[in-house]
Nanobody
């Protein structure tokens, strides 16, 4: 069992930056691919970014490419999402998730085995 705890959400103005963190339990963090998803009111949960277990491969939603960056520190068992040049449409609850298949860069909710409770990000215009 892996427990995931997100932090770093809040209110930010459009054009600003925010960094989300996801701390995990367990000593096998590096075997999990890690993803960040978001869900806006009335919308389905969607992938934002994903990183492989080693950190060597990443993938992003087209809507955030060039603005967001996912990274991980396996020694600290933490994954990060650096959000730059944020827009009002980035407003959502952001979730981190863990996938037991280390090298898969899963883009669907079904690919992931463990989820955090989410952190709210609100971007004002």
């Amino acid at each position: 069992q892996v427990q995931l705890v997100e932090s770093g959400g809040g209110l930010v103005q459009a054009g600003g930056s925010l960094r989300l963190s996801c701390a995990t339990s367990g000593r096998t963090f590096s075997i999990y691919a890690m993803g960040w998803f978001r869900q806006a009111p009335g919308k389905e949960r969607e992938l934002v970014a994903v990183i492989s277990g080693s950190g060597g491969s990443t993938d992003y939603a087209d809507s955030v490419k060039g603005r967001f960056a996912i990274s991980r520190d396996n020694a600290k068992t933490t994954v990060y999402l650096q959000m730059n040049s944020v827009k009002p449409e980035d407003t959502a609850v952001y979730y981190c998730a863990a996938d037991r298949i280390t090298f898969r860069l899963g883009r669907t909710v079904a690919s992931y085995d463990y989820w955090g409770q989410g952190t709210q990000v609100t971007v004002s215009s």
